[in-house]
Structures are given as C-alpha cells and as structure tokens.
C-alpha cells in the first residue's frame, strides 16, 4: 500500500505557514493598488472636467490647466470613461487569466508571479502618478496603460492559488482557503486606508504609494517564496478531508470532491532516501487549455462565477463614488465605510469555507448564501443615511456575496484543478484557475458599463436591481451541482440512520 503522507494539519510546517503569508501579501499588495483608482475616482473626474463645471478643484490647480488639458466637458462624461476605463481593465484582465494560467503551469510560477506584480507596480505608477506630474492628460494613453495594466495583474491570482494547491490539500481546504482568500478583501481595506490617508495631497500620491509598496512586495516574493513542497524535500500534501466523506456515486460530482488523491513514495511527509536514490520519476505534464475548460464542474462554475463576480466587483469599484454621490458623504469618508463590505466578505468566505468543509459539500452552502445575498441587496438599497446602518447592512452584503465568491476563485478552484480526471496529469491549477476567475471577470467587464449606465439614465435604484438578477443567475448555473449535492447528503444522512 502507498504510505500516506502530510495526511492532517499537524504536520504543516514553517514553510507551509510562509507560503500562506507570501501568497496571501501578494495578493493584498495587487489589490490594495486595485482599488486605489476605485477609491479616487471622484478627485480624477474633477481633475478631468474644467473648473466652470466643477467646485471641488483644488486651489493649488491653476485654471489655464483645466482649459488646455481637461478632457471631458462635465462629470457625467467622465464618469462614462470611468465606467468604460473598468470595462477595459477587467476584459484584459480576462484575457490574460486564460493566458496566464496556461503559462503559469508550464512554468516557474515564482517567475510568472513577481513579473506579474512588479510589472503591475510600474503601469499603475505611470498611469497615476507621472501623467499627473507631467500634466499628460490623454484618453488614449490611460486606455492603453490600463489594458497593459490588466494584462499584467492577472498573472498573479492563478499563480497564487496553483501554489497555494501544492502546499495545502484536501483537508481543511475549504478552511483553510476560506482564511487566505481573504486577501482581496484585506487589500481592499488597506488600499482604501492608503488612499484615504494621502488623498488630501492629490490623488497621484495614493498611486504613488501603492504601487512603491507593491514592487516591494513583488522583490520580497521573489527571494523568499517557495512553490511547492517538493522545493524542500516536503512531499505534496494529501488529499484526506476531514469532514463526512464526500459522495461516492457517478453522478454526484465525485471528481470535484474526491478524498482519493494521495503521493507516493513519501514517508513521514518527506521523500524517501530509497525514492531520491532511485529513477526520477517523470514530471506530470499540463493539460490543454480545452482540456481544463471540458473537466468537470469547470463551466457551470465559470458562468456561476460571471455573474458572481459582476455583482461582487461592482460594489468594489463603484462603492465608494455611489457613497459619496447618493449620500453627499466626503470622499475619505465614503472609502472608509466602503470597508465594512471587505470586512463581511473575510467572515463570509472563512464561515462558508469551514462549513463546507464540514458538510463534504460546496454549492449547498453557495446556494444558501446566495439566497439570502438577494435579500441583503434589497436590504441594503434602502439603506436610511445613517453611516452605523449602512455599515451593518454593507457588512451583511458582503457576507453573503464576498463570501461566496471567495470560495469560487480559491477553494472551488483548486478542488477543480485536483480532481480525480487529471490523476496522472495533475498540472492544472493554474489553468483551471485561470479559466474560472477569465470568466469570472468577462462578465464582470461587461457589468461595469452597464452600472454606468444604469445609473446615469435610471437611477441607483435600478442598478440593485441589476444585482439581484444576476446573483440569481449564479444559482441558476450550478443549479444541477446543487441538485445533485443536496441528493447525495439526503443519501448519506438516511444511511446513518439506518445504521443506528
């Protein structure tokens, strides 16, 4: 029999701590400097609209300026190009997930990852810093440095989750995963903390000081993270859960859940000396992208995700303006409680993770946190002005959407790029990861013109109901998982009781 190895939690080490934390700042890193252009969006179209449209220029900027360099002739064009410069970020961004992933199998995904958030660093210094230092105010330049921009960032979350798969396995997964996918949501709070900070200098400096600490952030992973396991003569971690064991029936999506995936040759959750004095034993070899995209459980999930991440990356980039226009909050203020959304989506995906790890399934509890994330939304449009109130509403919203798309785009992911279909060929995190958050942000694109739209010719109003709709398409796309998971527990909990 193979020997199991790094069968349980206790036998993590420091090295699985240090690449949770690694993984876990880069990701906080990228998109802390994310939501920087989410959070100054309302000093950039006053900088981008002439002074006899707008009160709210700073005395510093002289008036010749806005008349020479101003690019739209009122706030509600350049609003339009805000919504239209989201669009473009995000469908490069999906463009280069179905990229990145490929190449994140095929090669040294520390190489991939810092290229990735140096890169990033660089673009976003340029885009909001030097054009604003050297007064170079051009439509087509911010486009162009924003689809470079997307292209370049999304080489980092496939990369961070295919690492993240190698180090930690089935066990705890949804936990565990659950915890680290929090990064997005903790580099929103401190984006939204670095940008509120140095936002009364102009908004140039919340570019500035985001992307400075990200390049740093991308130096410090390259010197110190390590991608696998293997890297130190740790064998990979198995794949024994230790929640109820998943279903085992044909059709009840056993190779997404497995519990079977195991190494051998391992002893202790080291390699043996006979093994390391032996043949080497052949790499496996990455799968196609087709390949990926044909596994099971891949495409109900990356259009579940679509319209997920529609809803869930509208409120990342719209929030704070939304608080600032509908409310006539302060600037600094709105990007302040705009946390208490982050906050609820690090709770959710953490509860939701650990539950589902439990119950041996994932789409019950994504449907249940579905369900109630509609009720939330309606909640949440009414909300009085009352800054405690909509905190505690915005923080309920964020439970129930951040959560859930937490568990896609982390542990979701990687159960998809280690069922039992790729045994023998197990290079395909990166891919499958790539082709669910490409998806993920295809539709997330399309939404963000539609909210600016929305907006400008119906109202807020209109734009929650938007989001309604689209969490319930979620649940309709993996409504067959759930169906069949729900089945398979109902199975499992008679058969206990016909044992007792």
Known sequence: MPSVCCGCQSQYTYHHLLAFLLTFFSYVLLHASRKTFSNVKVSISAQWTPSVQNESLPAFSPSQVWEEHRLFADEEEATLFLGALDTIF???????????????????????????????????????????????????????????????????????????????????????????SACA??????????????????????????SVVQFAGGVVVFFGLLTSPKEVGLCQESEAGFGPAV???????????????????????????EQSEGPQEELPQPISFLQAFLLPGVLPYSLAYACLKLVNYSFFFWLPFYLSSNYGWKEAQADRLSIWYDVGGIVGGTVQGLVSDFLGKRAPVLAVSLLLAMGALVGYSHSPADQVVNAALLALTGFFIGGPSNMISSAISADLGRQDALRGSQEALAT?????????????????????????????????????????GSILFIAPLIYRETRSMWRDRQGLHQQL
């Open 90 to 180: 995000l469908f490069s961004y999906a463009i280069g997930l179905y990229v990145s992933g490929v190449i994140g199998d095929r090669m040294n995904l520390r190489y991939v990852l810092c290229f990735g958030l140096c890169g990033s660093a660089t673009v976003e210094f340029v885009f909001g810093t030097l054009t604003e230092w050297l007064h170079l105010y051009n439509v087509y330049l911010y486009c162009g440095l924003w689809v470079l921009n997307g292209l370049l960032q999304s080489a980092v979350w496939p990369c961070v989750v295919a690492i993240m798969g190698n180090w930690f396995g089935k066990s705890g997964r949804g936990f565990v995963f659950g915890l680290w």
């Open 247 to 273: 279903e085992s029936d044909s059709e009840s999506q056993r190779p997404l859940m497995s519990d079977e995936e195991e190494d051998e040759g391992c002893d202790g959750g080291y390699y043996s000396v």
């Open 432 to 472: 499958v990861t790539g082709i669910v958050d490409g998806t993920g942000s295809i539709g997330a694109a399309g939404g963000q013109y539609l909210v600016s739209m929305i907006e400008s010719r119906l109202g807020w109003m209109y734009v929650f109901y938007f989001f309604i709709v689209m969490t319930g």
């Open 185 to 210: 949501s903790a580099g929103n709070i401190l984006g939204a903390f670095l940008a509120s900070s140095v936002l009364k200098y102009g908004y140039e400096y919340a570019f500035l000081v985001t």
